[in-house]
C-alpha cells in the first residue's frame, strides 16, 4: 500500500504530452480514493508564476546562470509554499516538472556544472527527492515540433525555451537518459507511443507497482 503522501514528479522534452498525462494521472489516482495535489514547475505560486513568465517570454535574453538562478528561486518558492505543506496533509503530489528538469536543461542543455546545479537543487527543493519519477521519452524534432505549434500564445514559434535548437534539445533528451539510468530506481522512463491511451497504459502499470 503506498504511502498516504507520495511525491510523483512527470518529466520530458517540449511536446512530449507531460500536462496531458498529468491530468490523466490526477483523475486515474483520485479513482483509489487519494488526496491528490497537482501543481507545476516553473510556477505553482504567486511569486513562482511571476517568475515563469519572465523565463519563458522571448523578448528576455537570459543568460545561462541568470535562468538556472530564476528557476531555482521559483522552486524554492514553490517547494516551500506548495509542496512541503501538501505533503504534511499526507497528499499524493503530482509535480510537471522539478529538479531533473534542470539537470537536463542547465545541465545538459546549457553546459553548466551538474555538480553545482546539484547543490542548487538540493537547497532549493530543500532536501525533497521525488518517490516516483516518470520520464516521458520522444524523439527531440518531432517533440519541439508539437510543442511550437501548439503553443497558443508564440504559435508556430514557441517560447523562449522552445525556440531553442535541435541540438540543444538533443542534448537534453542525452541527459534526461543518463540521468535515468543513474537514478534508474526514482526515475522510469515510458517511451511515448502514437496514441495517448498507449501511452496511458505504461503509466498506469508503473504507479499501480507503487499503489
Given amino acids: 500500500m503506498i504511502k498516504k503522501k507520495f511525491f510523483i514528479t ?13 491530468l490523466f494521472l490526477k483523475k486515474y489516482i483520485k479513482q483509489k480514493c487519494y488526496d491528490v495535489m497537482l501543481t507545476r514547475e516553473p510556477g505553482g505560486t504567486i511569486c513562482s508564476e ?5 523565463l519563458l517570454d522571448p523578448k528576455f535574453n537570459l543568460v545561462p546562470l541568470t535562468e ?7 522552486r524554492a518558492q514553490h517547494v516551500k509554499e506548495v509542496i512541503i505543506p501538501s505533503l504534511n496533509l499526507n497528499k499524493v503530489v503530482i509535480c510537471d516538472r522539478f529538479f531533473d528538469t534542470t539537470i537536463a536543461y542547465q545541465g545538459y542543455g546549457r553546459k553548466l556544472d551538474l555538480k553545482f546545479i546539484d547543490k542548487l537543487n538540493s537547497i532549493a527543493s530543500y532536501g ?4 516516483l519519477t516518470i520520464y516521458f521519452d520522444i524523439e527531440s524534432s518531432y517533440g519541439i515540433d508539437i510543442a511550437r505549434k501548439s503553443n497558443s500564445k508564440y504559435k508556430n514559434f514557441g517560447d523562449r525555451m522552445e525556440r531553442e535548437s535541435i541540438e540543444f534539445y538533443n542534448n537534453v533528451r542525452k541527459g534526461y537518459l543518463i ?18 491511451v498507449s501511452t496511458q497504459k505504461l503509466v ?8
Fill in 50 to 54: 511571476v517568475i515563469r513568465k519572465i
Fill in 68 to 74: 538556472l538562478f530564476l528557476y531555482e528561486a521559483a
Fill in 128 to 131: 525533497i527527492i521525488p518517490d
Fill in 10 to 22: 512527470i518529466e520530458g522534452c517540449d511536446g512530449s504530452g507531460k500536462t496531458t498525462h498529468c
Fill in 204 to 211: 498506469k502499470k508503473i504507479v499501480d507497482m507503487v499503489l
Fill in 179 to 196: 540521468n535515468a539510468k543513474k537514478n534508474s530506481k526514482r526515475i522510469k522512463i515510458v517511451k511515448v507511443k502514437k496514441t495517448i
